[in-house]
């Protein structure tokens, strides 16, 4: 072998697994098992770079063992400020090991030495052996090892490429004569990572300074009378420090191992075994890579199915560089370095060209450009849309509302179009802004953010996110054409036409690559039926309840916040009655003083972490028997959170061009498939108070000839544990009827049914609710007021009464361990990647999810089903209007005259969404308002 062809590359095994866990660490890659495989995607994508890149001749990957002995020996505390490794790179580094070993690459350490020891001593054998050695890794003190034969090789990071640092260029960077002065730079200026000391108020500039002057640590420290002041005192009272220092970051080049040419030589990978690995990571398109990296031919049989994936890389980086889609997303491909072609469409011909092109596809991606993001009022700039990748077409639309609606009435037959599957991102968003020109969307449908909420649900679902992260691809950012936020921002509509069409057709081509790469994975994750039959056609029922909103009375709102005010003041007046003296009560300092200061209500009471008194709710709550000021004040903050957070802002939530109040529905925030209800929440009123309920009272029929309908599921959640369960006892009690929190409480306490007192069943209620969410007996404590043994006894009786219950909650716990994930009952997963922590309360949290995760993800797909079925009986057949869904309940504006039909219809659709052996039960009730009718 020539001595050119002698390439010898060391990898720095934690320095690169580091940097590729902390790549990903906002947008964490976790499998369908729950296990984060960010810190192994990172670091294999960067193995497998070098060796497709580089082609080197020998490799071999060096970790750290142990504790550095040569090192701490000298200093106890060196790197003793390291935080504790994170749980995702612990559990895998064994895999990374294994993966090394499957593919044929050595791995090296030297007990009591750190892996930069063994890879500058490696480095100076091969040396002498003639080899060009490449010290990979993005730490920089390795340059003091560099020469003519040794190179650092820095992986690419922060949007720069590939650098390899020679003597030159570690000279220039560290503004040194020779590599070897790095030593004495890092003992002047001293290691934060590291916990390396240096000499006190030396930094890098000072350090670079003091070298050009005396060339070494020692020379400095021989010459310190040339210095002046509290520098100069720093330096001579630290001297030893400062040898110490650069004692400490020498790289040893004397460790105990051995350069072996032949172990060290670049040599076939075990193709199977690593097969095998890939798959249980679920690393199917580094697989992929893989077999290109090591050129290995593999049959169509044996393959993965990444098609998709391969159309995606080839289309987004051309063929040369497939493989490089998932490296650590630290410098991304984007509009200047992308091959693409956007055609703006202008003239009627041109027009109908795209149109007749359109109605050809089997699937188009479109996405709307508007003058603002809320919907219902924004107007329409543009659309793009876009059926191959890397080619898209826009079209411009006037700001003459009518001349734009006669504009996209020639696009009706593709919107209207029962054969071409319709592709975009947040797509309810463009339903309801198409709804405003008299388009409605008809066929199948594909929203990549609900797709990934399927696939992953616990990470963020943004478009330029899913961009960067899936297809290594940067969006151009809609800041950089319309400005930031404030005053001077621009609309859209303001932004040049050459780059409008660029921002635009852009987001439909990434969306639609988005739908290529998401779209196989569902059957996967046996999620493809709830994407179809599930989410796809709620998104279109959730628009339209969006666009419908419900009526607010606004006059009965004012008249209550005029009410809470002087209920405010009341308890104002009483509290500082109570405490005796007047303060700032929305100030937690002030009132946390007067409560423990000058009260004196517990001597042990909590601090924050700036020194104040914790005065927070739970705190208080806890307090409620020391002081009748406890309970005034909780009552006050009460009435203030209502008053602000509703009865003054929900008026200010009416649009004034329909005089209702218009949330929007969440398919894709919580984790368990619940919708969440946003600008303005209306899933969260409080409706236990007076004052919470009178809130549900402003909400109104349409008019004197409409009514609300509210449908409300019976406590869905215990009859799915029932059913998920088989608890016999529970099903018996739920088949005939009982009421089941006092069947409970007559199990539990041993007496007859109709014994039962309202306390114990009300202690049954807690516990039967509790068990869902784990609670323990210190939390039962804490809700019934029963001592902690008491609650123990309470929830053991429990257990004994429902012994299946018992058994299916441990066995959920051990399927999410082996697993990683729950399912409810149509299959929706929920990952717990947290499950097998070491961290008790971690786990603890997780286990609990194990349990609640299926119940009220069950809960939220049988309500789903209801509403879709309902939607399309109510268009069908009434005038009816489906408005609002809140927890296990919907809400209806119902035309008097339809009222008796409509009931029955409701109830039985509700109640017969899904097949289970507990009845479900739903009680309707019927009112001029929310609160009469629930």
Known sequence: MSSEDKRLFLLDAYALIFRGYYAFIKNPRINSKGFNTSAIMGFTNSLLDVIKREKPTHLA????????????VDFAAYKANREETPEAIRLGVPYIQEILRAMCIPVLFAE?????????????????????????????????????????????????????????EVKEKFEIDDPMQVIDYLGMMGDSVDNIPGLPGVGEKTAKKFLKEYGTLENLLANTHELKGKLKENIEANKELGLLSKKLATIFTDAPVEF????????????ERVKELFTELEFRQMLDNFYRTFNVGVSTEQKPQTVSEKSIQASLFGDETEGELVEAPTTFRDINSYDHLYQLVEGAMGRKLLLDKLLKQNEVCFDTETTGLDALTAELVGISFSFEAGKGYYISFPENFDEAKALIEEFRPFFESESVLKIGHN??????????????????????????????????????????????YQPISIESLIGKKGKNQLQFNQVELEKQKEYAVEDADVTLQLKEFFAPQLPAVNAQKLMEDLEMPLMQVLSEMEIEGIRLDTDALAK?????????????????????????????????????????????????ATGQYATGEEILSKMRDKHPVINDILEYRQLQKLKST??????????????????????????????????????????????GREIRKAFVARDENHVLVSADYSQIELRIIAELSKDPMMLESFQKGEDIHKATAAKVFNVALDEVTREQRSHAKTVNFGIIYGVSAFGLSEQTGLSRSESKQLIDAYYETYPVLKQYIESQIQVAREQGYVETILGRRRYLKDINSRNAVVRGHAERNSVNAPIQGSAADIIKIAMIRLQAILKQDFQAKMLLQVHDELVFDVPRNEVDRLKPIIKETMENAVNLNVPLEVEIGVGDNWLEAH
């Open 61 to 72: 990957v060096v970790f750290d063992v142990g504790e550095a002995t040569v090192r701490t």
């Open 646 to 691: 509703y009865v003054d802002a929900l008026p200010k939530e009416v649009r004034p061009e329909t005089g209702r109040v218009h949330t929007t529905f969440s398919q894709t925030v919580a984790a368990t498939g619940r919708l969440t209800s946003v600008n303005p929440n209306l899933q969260n009123i409080p409706i236990r108070s007076e004052q």
């Open 560 to 608: 209550q916040s005029e009410k809470i005010t002087a209920d405010i003041l009341k308890f104002e007046k009483k509290i500082f009655e109570d405490a005796g003296v007047e303060f700032n009560l929305n100030s937690p300092k002030q009132l946390g003083e007067i409560l423990f200061d000058h009260l004196k209500l517990d001597p042990k009471a909590k601090k924050t």
């Open 112 to 168: 009591g030495y750190e892996a930069d020891d063994v890879i500058g001593t490696l480095a100076k054998k091969a040396e002498k052996e003639g080899y060009t050695t490449y010290m990979v890794t993005p730490d920089k003190d390795f340059a003091q090892l560099v020469s003519d034969k040794i190179k650092m090789y820095r992986p690419p990071a922060f949007g720069k490429g590939i650098e390899i640092w020679g003597v030159e």
């Open 427 to 472: 797509l309810k968003y463009d339903y309801k802004v198409l709804h405003k020109y008299g388009i409605q969307p008809k066929g199948k449908s594909f929203d990549t953010m609900i797709a990934h909420y399927l696939l992953n649900p616990d990470m963020r679902h943004n478009m330029d996110v899913l961009s960067e992260t899936y297809l290594h």
């Open 260 to 271: 072996d040419e032949e172990d060290l030589e670049m040599c076939a990978p075990d193709v």
